[in-house]
Nanobody, 124 residues
Framework: VQLQASGGGLVQSGDSLRISCTAS????????MGWFRQAPGKEREFAAA????????YYANSVKGRFTISRDNARNAVYLQMNSLKPEDTAVYYC??????????????????WGQGTQVTVSS
């Protein structure tokens, strides 16, 4: 499956932004999906994940209550709605696909397919 992330940009602290990831190739609905992010000089970290039918969602503590992951299998898309953005949310955001993340949804090694990333910059 090929993944394409989009929708990043420059926003101010407290603003909202929705980023998207569209998939092509194999059947999108087979895959659990995740969003990871990497800030300058830091390791890539888990942000959110959603199961293949959308019935289960998971969040990092740092984004819980502010970010919402969702998917539309008919559109082969997964979204990350980000509210109350903070400067520390500044990062390149990557979408990723897994054939079975199970309880390891926060581990990037569980995801076999990755998009190219979209830059999100939050100014103070």
């Amino acid at each position: 499956v090929q993944l394409q992330a989009s929708g990043g940009g420059l926003v101010q602290s407290g603003d909202s932004l929705r980023i998207s990831c569209t998939a092509s190739g194999r059947t999108f609905s087979w895959y659990d999906m995740g969003w990871f992010r990497q800030a300058p000089g830091k390791e890539r970290e888990f942000a959110a994940a959603i199961s293949w039918r959308g019935g289960s969602t998971y969040y990092a503590n740092s984004v819980k209550g502010r970010f919402t992951i969702s998917r539309d299998n008919a559109r082969n898309a997964v979204y990350l709605q980000m509210n109350s953005l903070k400067p520390e949310d500044t990062a390149v955001y990557y979408c990723a696909a897994s054939r079975g993340m199970g309880g390891s949804y926060s581990r990037d090694t569980e995801y076999a397919y990755w998009g190219q990333g979209t830059q999100v910059t939050v100014s103070s």
